[in-house]
């Protein structure tokens, strides 16, 4: 059966400080990936999606940047970090070639910048 | 970003009670999710809809793909207390591989 894992739970950085959260899928293969962010007691906003290695689209303008080195790894990436960037982060992944497929998520990382 | 119309945006309701949610776009869609969330932690699919009026459930959940593949709704009977968190629908644009969700249904279930 196919899992999603994403790290860390939880996330305390100083404004400026870099930023690096991963997820990766395990069994399946072509996944597509993507990173969600929810603020306190919203929606969640679609901030990137990716449909191949090193193929990102970007949904939004903002400070973060996405990246897939390897087929079933999506990492989420900034090198400065704001105070709006506080938020709770939720990796997604869906069958690749399916067009009728649904969307499973990870459990989310809170982060916060103080 | 774009964001789906859901409503209502809360509800408390009586245990027992049926509740009913809908969330509507200005686009089509060819797939339809629901999902629950509970605090701090990831939305957990309940129901898919992948055809135009297409009704499908799961439990005392029933979830329909509108006709015109612009809507959908959600229907929970005999709420219990476990049915508390926050209900988002979730849906795909034709011709892409993104899901956009829309702004939730905070469900309180009084005992």
């Known amino acids: 059966s196919q899992t999603i894992h994403q790290w860390p739970a939880t996330l305390v950085q100083p404004v400026g400080s870099p930023l690096s959260l991963e997820c990766t899928v395990e069994g399946t293969s072509n996944p597509n990936l993507y990173w969600y962010r929810q603020a306190a007691g919203r929606g969640l906003q679609l901030l990137f999606y990716s449909v191949g290695i090193g193929q990102i689209s970007s949904e939004v303008p903002q400070n973060l940047s996405a990246s897939r080195p390897q087929d079933r790894q999506f990492i989420l990436s900034s090198k400065k970090l704001l105070l709006s960037d506080s938020g709770f982060y939720l990796c997604a992944w869906s069958e690749g070639l399916e067009r009728n497929t649904e969307a499973f998520f990870g459990q989310g990382t809170r982060l916060t910048v103080v | 970003g774009q964001q789906l119309n859901q409503s209502p945006q809360s509800m408390f309701i009586q245990e027992g009670e049926d509740v009913s949610m809908n969330c509507t776009s200005s686009?089509?869609?060819?797939?339809w999710l629901w999902y629950k969330q509970d605090p701090g932690e990831g939305p957990v699919l309940l129901i898919a809809?992948?055809?135009?009026?297409e009704l499908t459930s799961n439990g005392r959940l029933t979830a329909q793909f509108g006709i015109t593949r612009k809507d959908s709704f959600l229907n929970i009977s005999a709420s219990i207390p476990s049915d508390v968190g926050i209900y988002f629908c979730?849906?795909?644009?034709?011709?892409?591989?993104?899901?956009?969700f829309g702004t939730g249904t905070r469900l309180k279930v009084l005992a």
């Open positions: 809809l992948y055809k135009a009026g």
């Open positions: 686009s089509i869609f060819n797939t």
């Open positions: 979730a849906g795909r644009p034709s011709g892409t591989y993104k899901y956009i």
